[in-house]
Nanobody
Framework: QVQLVESGGGLVQAGGSLRLSCAAS????????MGWFRQAPGKEREFVAA????????YYADSVKGRFTISRDNAKNTVYLQMNSLKPEDTAVYYC??????????????WGQGTQVTVSS
């Protein structure tokens, strides 16, 4: 059973920072591109950021570029999303996923349960 477990969500004021973590079982991590997606109420799930297995390639949605940073520690089977300069429109449930492509959610195989991020104005 592959498991991805997110943590680090919470309530923060606009302009603040949060760091999300996603811990994976080895089987759910090795060799996979890891991505972060988010879904706000009434909206479709959208791509946020992704990182290749080696960490050499990273990808970001235009809406978070320059504010969010994705990283991974393969020794710890963990991927991170550092979120700075948060805005109310960043409020959503954030999901970690493991897959074979960067931006297309349909190419991701395993998903976490999500962690809520709420940014107050």
């Amino acid at each position: 059973q592959v498991q991805l477990v997110e943590s680090g969500g919470g309530l923060v004021q606009a302009g603040g920072s949060l760091r999300l973590s996603c811990a994976a079982s080895a089987r759910g991590f090795n060799g996979y591109t890891m991505g972060w997606f988010r879904q706000a109420p009434g909206k479709e799930r959208e791509f946020v950021a992704a990182i290749s297995w080696s960490g050499g390639s990273t990808y970001y949605a235009d809406s978070v570029k320059g504010r969010f940073t994705i990283s991974r520690d393969n020794a710890k089977n963990t991927v991170y999303l550092q979120m700075n300069s948060l805005k109310p429109e960043d409020t959503a449930v954030y999901y970690c996923a493991a897959g074979r492509a960067a931006r297309d959610p349909n190419e991701y195989i395993y998903w976490g349960q999500g962690t809520q991020v709420t940014v107050s104005s």
